[in-house]
């Protein structure tokens, strides 16, 4: 058996060399002092038990344009028009610094659209959300931190960055962004500001009887503050937030309805406002193990939707419509965990929290929606070990007071929205066996959540572009989903894997397109059952493999910064629904290297594609997506400075065409954006004479992850 687990073992070991070693974080790398130099290193991709953490700080070919750019650029990770972000088949609820975004749709695209990649410390994708995580987080949960880490000192880092798009003209698209922090005696302080400009283009089709030529500029500015004071051991943290963007788009429409071509130049004015305001007191204690933190925090989101039409054909003429909506969420949350002797070693957890949600949508002077959903939880989880088990078990249960009013155009009076008034139980349960404890493992987890229906799909209005043949709308009484997620999975050297997942849904949110004659619809509906299986495998090679004896690798001390790699991930996804009898399966690839050429320069290529099978509702005529992006970067002024030039979707092969399948006649839809674009993005680090400057606590809206030892957390 050890044999067999040795061979095991040095037949992954290459992969160490690029997930599992730590590498040089050269904002933090000092010069030596008195014969001591003082380095500090994180891991490029590290994976943990629930989670993995892809590190965007140093990855120039994660962090050169937007969030969006480099989110499409971690392997097993759909973006999709239709159904929002998937992870190796699962949902995913976006959260930023620990807390849920709570925007959707259009709304999220934007933000994360207009948030530069180089403003994110790292991002973690949580396939296993146990029982501290809220019910409501669904089938999985990414996680993205913006924070960075204050200091003894005033220091302060510049990014920016421009890229272009040149099809039938120039497009520009340019960020900037500033932090700043500091630390003294008293208090600590951060400020992150930004904004970024974003011209683009979309061609959209529709069975041959409407087409559309969008020309975009969305503007987004965004302020990021927090204040940590001391009280004795204590802590007590304050954050602000705010965002705000805005959407211009010029329409071309041509339609043919009932054999008659109407053409008209329209435009719509979508704008988005983001407030949020967290406290978070935090007790300290001598023993790091143990956890009692408070936190409240309270969330506004208001959006705009305008729409002038100016018909031209077959006669002129011009109509204007304009609907909003408001969003306020309140949340009071407790926490407390320590350790316990259960087997070998083990920590306990327990903890509740308040949320409240209130959504309220107008359509021009009618409020034509009034949501309102309370949830109460408390939870308690049970880590434990025994000889090369890991196990963890975990209980949450959470009440649900949902409802609300929904107004009826055809009779003039408001109707009850069908109430959600429950107490539900969530169960979560992991099982690990440790063949080489941090090297290689094989887990299996089992978790039972649940999914609340998004605003963008309660929200009634119309909060797309539309007109008399296309109608996009919401449907104030879908119900909640819930999901039974099951996951084998075996890995080694933080991120060579293979595993299997199946997510079982009841009441799953999907979108549907049909046709009357020449009119389009789409809306939201609850398919009764889903199962989505998923299969995956990941590999990475480094090439010091094909030089160098096995024996050799394991003794070398490698930064995955001065290698060249490559890494292969694929996966096979089959989704069984309602409506569709023989479903197809689709497969997915992604292959991603990195080469070291003269001079410094390091060159990063990401190569995806997704086969074709049922994607929901829809089936693609092309792969769902294909895109090849390439980024060469080099770091200057003893690497206080990153450039980085990039070139995204280089054979301008990504689009979206695919049919819908879920009522006859069937519908076709093709998508074409302007998605390839060049240009680079820059930061600089200003450096400080402070040389024994120390770090110390991150303090803009983390939450340190439970498996971590770094972070506000565990500060003494």
């Known amino acids: 058996m050890t044999k067999k687990i040795s061979s095991?073992?040095?037949?992954?070991?290459?992969?160490?060399?690029?997930?599992?070693?730590?590498?040089t974080n050269s904002s933090i790398k000092e010069k030596q002092i008195e014969e001591v130099t003082i380095t500090k290193t994180k891991k490029a991709v590290?994976?943990?038990?629930?989670?993995?953490?892809?590190?965007?700080?140093?990855?120039?070919?994660?962090?050169?344009?937007?969030?969006?750019?480099?989110?499409?650029?971690?392997?097993?990770?759909?973006?999709?028009?239709?159904?929002?972000?998937?992870?190796?088949g699962k949902s995913l609820e976006v959260y930023m610094d620990g807390r849920p975004l709570n925007l959707y749709s259009d709304q999220l695209t934007a933000y994360l659209e207009g948030l530069p990649a180089n403003s994110i410390e790292r991002v973690e994708m949580i396939t296993q959300p146990g029982a501290e995580f809220p019910a409501t987080s669904g089938g999985a949960i990414i996680n993205i931190i913006t924070s960075r880490s204050a200091k003894s000192y005033l220091s302060a880092t510049?990014?920016?960055?421009?890229?272009?798009?040149?099809?039938?003209?120039?497009?520009?698209?340019?960020?900037?962004?500033?932090?700043?922090n500091s630390r003294n005696k008293w208090f600590g302080w951060q400020l992150n500001v930004g904004q970024s400009y974003n011209e683009s283009e979309m061609k959209s089709t529709i069975d041959e009887i409407s087409k559309l030529g969008n020309d975009n500029i969305a503007r987004n500015q965004f302020l990021r503050s927090a204040l940590t004071f001391d009280l004795g051991k204590d802590r007590l943290l304050l954050n602000y937030n705010l965002s705000y963007n805005n959407t211009d788009r010029?329409?071309?429409?041509?339609?043919?309805?009932?054999?008659?071509?109407?053409?008209?130049?329209?435009?719509?004015?979508?704008?988005?406002?983001?407030?949020?305001?967290?406290?978070?007191?935090?007790?300290?204690?001598?023993?790091?193990?143990?956890?009692?933190?408070?936190?409240?925090s309270y969330s506004n989101n208001n959006a705009g939707f305008k729409q002038n039409s100016h018909g031209i054909l077959p006669i002129e003429i011009i109509s204007n419509s304009a609907n909003g909506s408001s969003q306020d969420v309140y949340n009071l949350r407790v926490d407390y965990a320590q350790p316990i002797k259960i087997l070998d070693e083990g920590k306990f957890g327990v903890g509740g929290d308040y949320n409240q949600q209130n959504f309220v949508t107008n359509d021009n002077i009618i409020d034509n929606l009034d949501y309102r959903s309370k949830t109460s939880a408390v939870y308690s989880e049970i880590n434990a070990k025994k000889n090369k088990f890991d196990f963890v078990f975990g209980l949450r249960g959470e009440y649900y007071n949902i409802g609300g009013t929904s107004y009826d155009y055809k009779n003039s009076k408001y109707?009850?929205?069908?109430?959600?008034?429950?107490?539900?139980?969530?169960?979560?349960?992991?099982?690990?066996?440790?063949?080489?404890?941090?090297?290689?493992?094989?887990?299996?987890?089992?978790?039972?959540?649940?999914s609340l229906p998004s605003i963008s799909n309660l929200n009634p209005n119309n909060t797309r572009y539309g007109n008399s043949m296309i109608d996009f709308s919401g449907n104030p009484n879908l119900q909640p989903t819930i999901f039974d997620n099951f996951e084998v999975k075996i890995s080694a050297m933080n991120f060579a894997f293979i595993g299997y997942s199946l997510s079982s849904a009841k009441n799953q949110v999907v979108q549907e397109v049909s046709r009357v004659g020449d009119r389009i619809s789409q809306s939201s509906v609850n398919v009764d059952h889903l199962k989505i299986h998923s299969f995956n495998l990941g590999v990475p090679i480094p090439f010091a493999i094909f030089s160098k004896p096995i024996s050799e690798i394991i003794k070398m001390d490698v930064n995955p910064d001065k290698m060249n790699f490559l890494y292969f991930y694929t996966s096979y996804e089959i989704q069984e629904l309602d409506k569709i009898v023989n479903p197809k399966g689709y497969w997915t690839y992604n292959v991603s290297g990195q080469f070291l050429l003269p001079s410094q320069v390091k060159l990063n290529l990401n190569y995806t594609y997704l086969g074709k099978g049922n994607y929901y509702y829809f089936y693609p005529n092309k792969s769902l997506y294909n895109t090849f992006n390439v980024n060469l970067s080099r770091k200057f002024d003893k690497d206080r400075m990153t450039l980085t030039l990039f070139a995204n979707d280089i054979f301008n092969t990504n689009e979206t065409n695919l049919k819908t399948i879920s009522s006859v006649p069937h519908v076709f839809i093709r998508n074409k954006s302007d998605s390839r674009s060049f240009g680079l993005s820059f930061s600089y680090k200003i450096p400080t004479k402070n040389k024994l400057a120390k770090v110390d606590q991150n303090i803009l809206n983390t939450e340190t992850p439970k498996e971590d030892n770094g972070g506000l957390m565990n500060q003494k």
């Open 415 to 450: 109707d009850a929205l069908t109430t959600f008034d429950k107490f539900k139980v969530f169960p979560n349960a992991s099982v690990q066996y440790n063949f080489v404890p941090n090297m290689v493992f094989a887990n299996i987890n089992y978790n039972k959540k649940i």
């Open 8 to 23: 095991a073992v040095i037949a992954l070991l290459f992969s160490q060399l690029y997930f599992s070693q730590e590498k």
């Open 250 to 296: 010029y329409i071309d429409s041509y339609a043919l309805f009932e054999g008659t071509e109407i053409i008209s130049n329209d435009q719509t004015t979508s704008d988005n406002t983001r407030n949020e305001v967290v406290a978070t007191y935090q007790k300290k204690f001598d023993d790091r193990s143990k956890k009692f933190e408070v936190k409240a």
């Open 158 to 180: 510049y990014a920016g960055g421009y890229r272009f798009s040149n099809y039938d003209k120039f497009r520009n698209k340019f960020n900037n962004s500033l932090t700043l």
């Open 46 to 88: 590290e994976q943990k038990a629930d989670r993995t953490i892809y590190d965007f700080s140093e990855q120039a070919h994660l962090n050169s344009g937007t969030t969006m750019d480099g989110l499409k650029k971690i392997p097993g990770l759909v973006v999709s028009e239709m159904a929002g972000m998937i992870y190796q």
